[in-house]
């Protein structure tokens, strides 16, 4: 039958009616298309599948797993220098399990790692970062991660004999579960040699030979480790190599690697703002320069943009004890990323924890803007030696010197609750002064002498002179020192159990005849150090689950947002089980990241 003509106009209609609903779903799609991947250029300058905030290792490790699942990366760097933290730092990875103790005979697994972060991390109070889930999402990730770096090319090798903090507790290693960097010429890096952060130590020394060189006048094996020193740095001269170690190493080879497969790396291009559409963070908006532009994220953002240990309004609003001045860390560490999550609803958490370092403050080293200068400065090491005990401002010794630096920086802001104890002294004896190395310094040098010149060392004849001069309680430094020395010619601390544990000896003297952690402090003069609660950053950062995603105060994960290193609450809550328990977790939370935001099937 013929259409009449109100049939064909009604036909002509419905067809038009459906071109215009077409139209209008793929302008639609189109829209949320643009929206959600922010690919048009009226939106965004660029995109990437993926783009990382701040430079430091897990930023390139993030990085290379990107590249190798075939994936576009940024990272975005405020600072003109590479490296953040990282390459500042010793540069020790915390790493159970790994390839290196296994090739070494040494037995570990999941179950005595989980142990021993349960008897350590576990004790940790309030916490989040540092549930179990976390915990054990590190053991089972962290030598997955280890494996990829050094498929990628990472060349590293295990400490030996470097003990875990707490080898006497449950699942504790005495062989120490460190992993760390070779040296590296950062002259390999061409151009980009001169963008990485320089690190804390200017001679090119390898760990182990760190450890021996104190000991050069005393033993071969430290005599050994200098000479072989200078014939390192007499044969860079003349080959034109530019040796670095530690925290520099590990930076350098992680940037080469990055560098080698195609990571996009932008220098002096602070982060204002993290883009949200829809709910989801799928960029963020960079300054470089007087230019102001805005990268694409279509797998996501994170954030590894280091703590806030130089933000003075942080540290005041968080911590009720903390002080700038006393920080290691660089002008770097500022913040301003942990404030740009909260703004978006972030949750946070162990604000108030800090990375502690003790240390002795000599003139030269202190903080102007950029960190205590640690390499002048007092820390762990001296306090462990023999000779040497910590006492509180009353006079009166209160903990095990020979503990990790977070532990004894713990104990100090938790005696100075009770007692004054905010500065303490580290108390040694002429047998201390002549043997070991304080703030930098080697027995009988110019350099020891002018720590006594300009008072930081004080110096008496009689415990007695010095209990005054430290303003003491009469006659407390004196029952003190007399307690300890009766203990030491016993052989045990009493007190504190000092040298009980392996670390502590391994702290230390090794060539010590009687004991590696504990002598007498009665030879005079006798010399009073002041000692004060210092940190190399903060571990208090916002929360993210066992896939590194940022949550929010009610645990639901924000779409997009990773965060790892000390922009994050730490999984190690309010302990550091080993050496590495920083660089560690941020390389290994970074590798997770990646991972999930490549796997997930919402992308």
Not at 151 to 169: A, C, Q, T, V
Not at 287 to 313: D, M
Not at 322 to 351: C, F, H, P
Not at 554 to 563: K, M, R, T
Request: aromatic share 8%; glycine share 10%; hydrophobic share 40%.
């Amino acid at each position: 039958m013929p259409l009449s003509a109100t049939d064909d106009a009604a036909n002509n209609f419905d067809k038009l009616s459906r071109n215009i609903l077409d139209k209008i779903v793929q302008c639609s799609y189109f829209y949320f298309y643009l929206t959600y991947n922010m690919m048009d250029s009226d939106i965004v300058d660029e995109a990437f599948d993926f783009v990382v905030v701040g430079s430091g290792a897990g930023s390139m490790c993030a990085a290379l797993w990107m590249r190798a699942m075939g994936k576009s990366v940024v990272i975005v760097e405020k600072d003109a220098l590479i490296g953040g933290t990282t390459a500042r730092s010793g540069g020790t990875m915390w790493i159970p399990c790994n390839r290196f103790l296994a090739e070494d005979g040494v037995v570990d697994s999941d179950d005595l790692a989980m142990a021993y972060l349960d008897a350590t991390v576990g004790l940790s109070e309030n916490a989040p970062a540092a549930n179990r889930e976390r915990r054990h999402t590190y053991v089972v990730e962290a030598p997955r991660m280890l494996e990829f770096l050094i498929d990628s090319g990472i060349r590293l090798h295990r400490l030996k004999n470097y003990p875990d903090y707490y080898d006497e507790r449950p699942g504790g290693l005495a062989e120490g579960r460190v992993v760390v960097a070779d040296l590296f010429d950062i002259s390999r890096l061409g151009p980009w040699a001169d963008k990485l952060r320089p690190g804390f130590l200017p001679v090119p020394a390898s760990h182990e030979e760190i450890y021996w060189l104190p000991m050069a006048m005393r033993s071969w094996r430290g005599l050994k480790a200098g000479l072989k020193l200078m014939a390192r740095m007499v044969a860079a001269r003349m080959q034109g190599a530019r040796w670095v170690t530690a925290g520099a190493a590990l930076q350098g080879r992680m940037l080469e690697a990055a560098l080698a497969n195609g990571v996009d790396i932008r220098v002096a291009s602070p982060v204002s703002s993290l883009v949200e559409k829809n709910g989801r963070i799928c960029g963020v908006v960079a300054t470089s320069g007087e230019h102001q532009f805005t990268i694409g994220a279509r797998l996501g953002v994170l954030v590894n943009a280091g703590g806030f240990a130089q933000n003075s309004h942080m540290r005041r609003r968080y911590m009720a004890d903390g002080s700038a001045r006393w920080t290691a860390a660089g002008a770097i560490d500022s913040g301003e990323m942990i404030e740009e999550m909260q703004r978006l609803g972030a949750a946070v958490a162990q604000m108030d924890g800090l990375l502690g370092s003790p240390m002795g403050i000599p003139s030269g080293a202190e903080n102007r803007g950029d960190g205590v200068d640690i390499l002048k400065a007092s820390g762990q090491p001296d306090l462990a030696k023999p000779h040497a005990i910590v006492v509180d401002g009353t006079g009166v010794r209160y903990m095990n010197e020979g503990g990790s630096y977070v532990e004894t920086c713990q104990n100090m802001r938790d005696r100075h609750r009770k007692t004054p104890a905010i500065p303490s002294w580290l108390i040694v004896d002429r047998q201390y002064m002549r043997k070991y190395m304080l703030c930098g310094t080697i027995p009988r040098t110019r350099a020891r002498r002018r720590l006594l010149a300009t008072g930081f060392v004080r110096q008496a004849p009689t415990i007695e002179a010095l209990e005054a001069k430290i303003g003491a309680e009469p006659g407390h430094l004196v029952e003190t020192i007399r307690r300890f020395n009766a203990d030491v010619r016993k052989g045990k601390d009493t007190q504190f159990g000092r040298g009980a544990r392996i670390f502590d000896r391994w702290s230390g003297d090794a060539l010590s005849r009687t004991s590696p952690a504990l002598g007498t402090i009665e030879r005079p003069p006798f010399y009073a150090i002041e000692i004060v609660p210092g940190d190399v950053g903060t571990s208090g950062g916002v929360v993210t689950d066992a896939s590194a995603r940022v949550l929010r105060d009610d645990g639901s994960p924000i779409d997009g947002l990773y965060a790892t290193g000390t922009s994050a609450a730490s999984v190690m809550g309010r302990y550091a089980p080993g050496a590495g328990s920083s660089i560690g977790p941020s390389l290994l939370w970074a590798y997770v990241a990646a991972k999930h935001a490549c796997a997930d099937p919402s992308r």
